[in-house]
């Protein structure tokens, strides 16, 4: 016991030992997660703290005084910084060196580092004032901020924790203190921009500083703003009410009815990601479900873009009913009957499908032909299929992210709207700002531009969202203010809302449990998916990353072989279904799971080091050279991609060389000399060996004969 009518001693603090120091419900958390945390990048803000001129205050005190003194400091930058959830990562004697989005992610953490700053320097002016009365000396500190990326690398049993910087983070956040006056909080180029919405600067230029080729660019930090209520996040579509899009709609059915009446049509649906492209897109195809039309959807994909006519091959197999694990057979089967079925005419066009979906023909008459003729003859087969298909009914095709298109698809797409004039043919397409194409002029084109909601209609889908009659003026502050009007920033706030528990339901509908200054509401869209993947369960948050390792797309049977997980896995995947991180694509004839969108995708991507995604890589090329070993030939652009991101180069050569002769056989002689030119780049990395030579000799030689017939010279 300790004497009565006296405080209880805390335990001492040793600043060598993390545990000793770190909340007790922090601590719990971090040794909770410690293993779905190492070994992660994640983005941070890190503070750098330490007293002005230490070294001459110390000199006119005595040791043990001098240490009372930090003891009193330590203690103030502590309690700060731990009240904004920070982590303190190492004692320099004179300051710390601390740390705010890392281990656990945070999603404004560079906006509480701030408020920690302003906080250590208001209450270390207290205690200046103490130590001037008490020693007649000035005590003040000096605080530099810096965010980036940081490799979270080990996490021990007493919490410490090793953390190694990426693209010189913590260098810069110290240099940045360097340069900072006693009792000034200073900030560097990149916090500043994160949070220049929600406090006051003074800019100070560029400043040169030592060991740095480029001068540094500094703020300083002088008081928080008048408000915090801004935020670039936002959401991506949900199955609520459509929103604010009654035109686009209108416009859309409007060009559909021309197109049915034998006006072709050329949309292009324009936005920034996130804005609604997709859903309006979902919600035209729900208006035209019970119209005697048909409808065909092809993607295009970020990696996908040295694919020869990806889109139009997931369009093919809509229209064929070709499904997964479908054999060739089967296949052939198909794509003949529907051909007899539509025209017995078309069924000379039979071999050109077959050919574009990789479905083997015994004797197909393709061999004879050379690749500019099969080319120019599979284009009008498909062509002469879409508009015979649309004189039995309105066909509307949709090709979604055009900014992501292959130069096959693209050229075909080209091909297809200079002939649609008088077909009953809707080509719709949608694309990010950037993308470039040839039929803006065209009469028959039509622009649909989405801009941000407004705030009435951002309001809207509020309500729709939580299900609620009434926004709350402190709730549509919050989300309105902070989501801009983009449909997926403001889903994925409401749910970081819901999830967090600051959004709880009453019997009057959700409310907010804390004001809207007290919450850590997600300051980029980035920040608000890492946040909500580090609060899943460890096997699920596991899940998510090496889903997204095989793409936006996976197959159940496909991420079962890589994460060896067994009937535990579903149960993970349903709940990450209840949490609307994936859905299920298709049941039939394989489960198979898409991410959301895929943002989700590439954050969850992006979080794990490069070491543990090339591993990842290496095995999802293994897998699937054994699942599909009948049938690589369908295969072979995924497999090279995977195994160029793996250590297994001499794969990732093989199939790049298969991929580029099969794109040759097809007349992409742009993809075909793509993937010759990547595997050039591996093999001059590779051991300079027999094997070697001689693949890199037949790689140059198919490159310059594909050169030749592009550039219309004799081929070698």
């Not at 016991?1 to 719990?28: N, Q, R, V, W």
């Not at 039309?293 to 295009?300: D, K, N, P």
């Not at 997600?522 to 699920?540: F, K």
Request: hydrophobic share 40%; net charge negative.
């Amino acid at each position: 016991g300790h004497e009565m009518g006296k405080p209880e001693k805390s335990p001492p603090i040793d600043y060598d030992h993390p545990e000793s120091y770190t909340p007790k419900f922090l601590a719990e958390k971090i040794l909770t997660t410690r293993s779905s945390l190492e070994g992660e990048r994640k983005l941070v803000t890190v503070l750098f703290a330490d007293v002005a001129d230490f070294t001459s205050l110390s000199e006119k005190l005595d040791p043990e005084e001098a240490h009372q003194i930090m003891d009193g400091c330590f203690k103030i930058l502590m309690d700060e910084i731990h009240k904004y959830e920070g982590t303190i990562n190492q004692f320099t004697g004179d300051g710390v060196m601390a740390l705010f989005g890392a281990p656990l992610a945070r999603e404004d953490h560079a906006k509480k580092a701030c408020y920690a700053a302003l906080s250590i320097q208001k209450a270390v002016v207290e205690y200046g004032e103490k130590i001037k009365q008490d020693y007649g000396m000035e005590f003040r500190m000096r605080i530099g901020l810096n965010s980036g990326p940081v490799i979270v690398g080990s996490i021990g049993d007493d919490l410490r924790m090793d953390y190694t910087a990426v693209g010189d983070t913590t260098n810069t956040a110290a240099r940045i203190e360097s340069m900072a006056g006693p009792g000034t909080v200073l900030l560097s180029r990149n916090t500043h921009k994160i949070v220049r919405d929600f406090f006051e600067f003074e800019d100070k230029g560029a400043v040169e500083v030592k060991g740095k080729e480029e001068p540094l660019e500094a703020y300083e930090l002088l008081r928080a703003g008048e408000v915090d209520d801004r935020i670039g996040a936002s959401v991506a579509r949900g199955l609520v009410e459509l929103v604010g899009r009654r035109k686009e709609l209108e416009n859309l059915s409007e060009c559909f009815a021309r197109a049915g009446a034998g006006q072709g049509q050329m949309v292009g649906v324009v936005g920034e990601a996130g804005v609604g492209k997709s859903r309006l897109i979902l919600e035209f195809k729900k208006s035209i479900e019970n119209r005697d039309s048909t409808y065909l959807e092809g993607r295009c994909v970020s990696f996908g873009q040295s694919v020869p006519y990806l889109p139009f091959i997931e369009i093919a197999k809509q229209y064929f009913d070709i499904r997964e694990g479908d054999k060739a057979f089967a296949a052939r089967k198909k794509i003949s009957a529907r051909m007899a079925e539509l025209d017995a005419a078309l069924t000379e066009t039979v071999p050109f499908l077959c050919d574009l979906l990789s479905v083997p023909l015994d004797d197909s008459p393709l061999k004879e032909l050379g690749a500019e003729e099969r080319r120019k003859l599979t284009f009008e087969a498909m062509k002469a299929i879409f508009l015979r298909e649309s004189q039995a009914r309105p066909l509307v095709i949709t090709l979604e992210n055009l900014h992501w298109i292959d130069k096959a698809s693209q050229e075909f797409l080209v091909y297809m709207v200079e002939g649609i004039v008088n077909s009953r043919i809707l080509l719709l397409g949608t694309y990010r700002p950037g993308y470039v194409h040839n039929w803006s002029g065209k009469s028959y084109y039509s622009h649909i531009a989405l801009n941000p909601l407004s705030e009435e209609e951002s309001a809207d889908l509020t309500r729709f969202l939580l299900d609620i009659e009434e926004v709350t003026a402190d709730l549509r502050s919050l989300v309105l203010g902070r989501a801009e009007g983009n449909p997926l920033y403001m889903e994925e706030i409401v749910r970081w809302l819901i999830d967090s528990g600051a959004l709880v339901r009453s019997e009057a509908g959700y409310v907010l449990r804390e004001t809207p200054a007290e919450m850590a509401v997600p300051d980029t869209i980035q920040d608000v998916i890492m946040a909500r993947i580090d609060r899943l369960e460890q096997d699920m948050k596991q899940t998510v990353q090496i889903a997204s390792v095989i793409g936006r797309d996976f197959l159940l049977k496909l991420l079962t072989r890589i994460s060896g997980m067994g009937v535990e896995l579903q149960s993970y995947l349903a709940k990450l279904q209840n949490l609307e991180f994936i859905y299920e694509k298709s049941l039939f004839p394989e489960l198979e799971y898409m991410f959301k969108h895929g943002l989700i995708q590439d954050v969850a991507y992006h979080s794990l080091l490069i070491k543990t995604r090339r591993q990842l890589h290496e095995r999802i090329g293994n897998a699937m050279e054994d699942l599909y070993k009948d049938r690589l030939d369908e295969h072979y652009e995924e497999l090279a991609h995977h195994y160029r991101q793996s250590d297994d180069q001499e794969k990732a050569v093989e199939y790049l060389l298969l991929a580029a002769k099969k794109a040759a056989n097809r007349f992409a002689n742009e993809e075909a000399m793509s993937f010759c030119e990547e595997a050039l780049k591996i093999l001059n990395k590779l051991p300079d060996n027999e094997a070697n030579r001689k693949l890199r000799s037949d790689t140059e030689f198919l490159h310059l004969n594909l050169k030749a017939i592009t550039d219309d010279i004799p081929p070698v």
